[in-house]
């Protein structure tokens, strides 16, 4: 297996892990991020839960076993990313604790970042545009995250944002001040 050297970046690389239910705002966060650390001359990548699901995590479902893997896999990519100079945004719902914790202890605790977008289930009902939520609730779809499998708040996140009364832009500038006290460029 090939194996990517740390560069002098990785001393300042970071991976952002943004966690919280589906609707949070997770995905729409990471792209702002994303574009706000380009301006800024980083280099980064967006590791988003649908997007992933499409590709290196095709073959799983979402019983807890699948949900596991799929955050072990993510977290696997997002440290060879890191490793190789690239501050790395992940973008999962990764509704438990433990699974967030391995991914940090992957990682490495100094690279990493949990930020915990803190959105009530209303609010992120409100604005799924794929009816997942309203499958969840009629029975059609088993095992989504806060509706029939718990979702368990980070207990100590390095932020936490409440999409639902501050704009994208303005959670983009609450993550880079994180970024730029951990010494991210």
């Not at 991976?15 to 574009?35: E, I, P």
């Not at 988003?48 to 807890?64: A, I, Y």
């Not at 803190?118 to 779809?141: I, M």
Request: with cysteine; proline share 4%.
């Amino acid at each position: 297996m090939a194996r990517s050297l740390p560069t002098e970046n990785t001393k300042t690389t970071t991976v952002l892990w943004l966690t919280g239910l589906s609707g949070a705002g997770k995905t729409t966060l990471a792209d702002q991020v994303a574009r706000d650390l380009r301006a800024a001359g980083q280099a980064c990548f967006v590791l988003d839960g649908d997007n992933v699901r499409k590709g290196l995590s095709q073959d799983l479902g979402f019983s807890d076993a699948d949900r596991t893997e799929n955050i072990r896999r993510v977290a696997e990519v997002a440290k060879l990313m890191r490793d190789a100079g690239l501050t790395v945004i992940v973008a999962l719902i990764s509704p438990f604790r433990a699974e967030r914790d391995a991914a940090r202890t992957s990682i490495g605790n100094d690279h990493f970042i949990e930020i915990y977008l803190d959105t009530p289930l209303a609010v992120a009902e409100q604005r799924d545009v794929k009816g997942l939520y309203k499958k969840a609730r009629s029975g059609e779809l088993k095992n989504f995250t806060g509706i029939d499998s718990p979702y368990e708040p980070p207990l100590a996140p390095a932020l936490t944002i409440h999409t639902e009364t501050e704009t994208p832009q303005q959670s983009a500038a609450r993550v880079m001040q994180v970024l730029n006290v951990k010494g991210n460029r």
